[in-house]
C-alpha cells in the first residue's frame, strides 16, 4: 500500500497550483509538491514517484526509473503506452479523470495499490505547533474532554509526539506489560488483526487513548504509508466520532500527511506580550506558508489559531479564526505524580471555543 508522491514541474505557476490545489481536495492519497522548472536543481527529485511537467518536454536531472508524465496542450498529443513508458495527458482533462489516470499509472508501474483513508464518519483533528511547551497536549486532552463530556462525542486521543507524553496525564503502574501501542502495532505488522479494544484504555470521562511504550513514541517509527494503514483500522472499527492527534512540532514527511488528511488543525501560535495587535509571528507565518506549499491544499481553511496561556492582555484578538486560552494554573493539578485537566474553570472556556468552531464547520 502506497502514498503517490508526485513533484509538478511547470512554467505556468498559477495553473500548476490551481491543479495541485484541485488534486489535493479531491485525493488524500496523492501528496504533491510544486518546482518552476528554473529551480528544479534546488529539488530533492529522487523521492518522488511520479514526476509531471508542465510546459515543458523534457527534464534533465529526472532520476532514471522515475515515471514522468507531460502535461500536453491538445487531445490529439495525449498517449498512454505502459509498454514503453510513454504518458503524455491533457492538459485541461477534467480533475477527477486525471486523478484516476494516474493512479492507473501508478498501480500498473509500480505494482503498488494506492491508500484510501476509510470513508465513514469518523474525522480526524490534529493539535500542531512549531514549538515545544505550547501546551499542544493539554489543548489536546481538553478538547477530547469536551467533546465527550458535554456533547456526547466518542473520541480517542493519539500523542504523535517524538517522547510520548501520555505518561504524565494517566498511571499506568498497575498495567499489563503487554497491551502498549507498541504491541498493537506488532501485531498489526504481522497481520494478526487482535481487536483493539485489548488494547485502548478509557480515562473516568470516557475518553479513549493508547498506553505509551518505553522509550521513543513508535508511531514515530511509521512511515506515512504505515501510518495511514493503522489510522485506516481505527478508523473500520466504527468506534469513534473523532481522533485527535497531539502532533509532534516538525513538519516531515508523515506529519505532513496527518495535517493534510485532517479535518481541522488547532495551530497554536508563538505567544508574546510584545506581539502587534495580536498578529502572528514571522515563525509561524513560515510554518503555515510551507505547509500550504508542500500540502498544496486550502490549509487555512481547516486552520483554528490559539493562543494559549494568553499574554496579549492590551488586544481584543477574538475573531472567527482566533481562540485565547487565558493563563489559568488552577484548571490543572498534580495528584499522585499525574496531571489533571479541569475544563470547568478558564481554561475550559478556550476549549469549548476551539469545540465549537470545529462543529459549527
Known sequence: MEIINILLI??????CKALSESISKLSKEIMISLCENRNIYLMNTEKHQLIILEGEKKCEIIP???IHILLVESKNEVCIDI???IFRLYKYENVKELIRILYIIYNVITEKSVITISDNNCKMISVFSSYGGSGKTSVSLGLAQEFVRFRGKKMLYINYEECDGTWN???FQNENKFDSIGNYLYFLNKEKYFDVNSFLKEDEYGVFFF???FGRNQLRGLCSEDLSFFINKLMETNLFDYIIFDC???LDESTLWLLKNSCHIVYLAENFKNINNGNLTRRDIGEIEYLENKSNSSIREKL????NRNQLTDFDIKNELTVCIDTDFDSFQTVNGIKKINIERGFGEGIKSIADKIEND
Open 304 to 307: 483554528i489559531i490559539v493562543y
Open 169 to 171: 496525564y494517566f498511571d
Open 248 to 250: 509532534h512540532t516538525s
Open 83 to 85: 509498454e514503453n513508458k
Open 10 to 15: 511547470g512554467n505556468d505557476m498559477e495553473y
Open 64 to 66: 532514471e526509473g522515475t
Open 211 to 213: 498506553k505509551p511504550s
